[in-house]
Nanobody, 120 residues
Framework: QVQLVESGGGLVQDGGSLRLSCAASGRIFWINAMGWYRQAPGNQREPVATILSGGITNYADSVKGRFSISRDNAKNTVYLQMNSLKPEDTAVYYC??????????????WGQGTQVTVSS
């Protein structure tokens, strides 16, 4: 069984910074991509940033220049450095991994979510 465990959320003031971490564990053969999504109350879950195994990154327009995603392949861990946070960044942030298990198929896994609250 694969698990994604997130950490690093919390309460921060407008303009502040937070760093989220997500570690994948279990019978993992290969991780194709990891990323972060977020969901604010009343809204659909939306992609924030993704990073492929080769290091190619993609960001939502709303976070470009403020957020940075990185990955430690040896630790199966993905990070999201969030700078210049705004109240509209307030949401539950979910880690996602597109991976293949040993003796298994390729599929998506999700973390439990971590709350990020930015106060004005």
């Amino acid at each position: 069984q694969v698990q994604l465990v997130e950490s690093g959320g919390g309460l921060v003031q407008d303009g502040g910074s937070l760093r989220l971490s997500c570690a994948a564990s279990g019978r993992i053969f290969w991780i194709n991509a990891m990323g972060w999504y977020r969901q604010a109350p009343g809204n659909q879950r939306e992609p924030v940033a993704t990073i492929l195994s080769g290091g190619i990154t993609n960001y939502a327009d709303s976070v470009k220049g403020r957020f940075s995603i990185s990955r430690d392949n040896a630790k199966n861990t993905v990070y999201l450095q969030m700078n210049s946070l705004k109240p509209e960044d307030t949401a539950v942030y979910y880690c996602n991994a597109d991976l293949t298990e040993y003796i298994g198929s390729r599929r998506d896994y999700w973390g439990q979510g971590t709350q990020v609250t930015v106060s004005s």
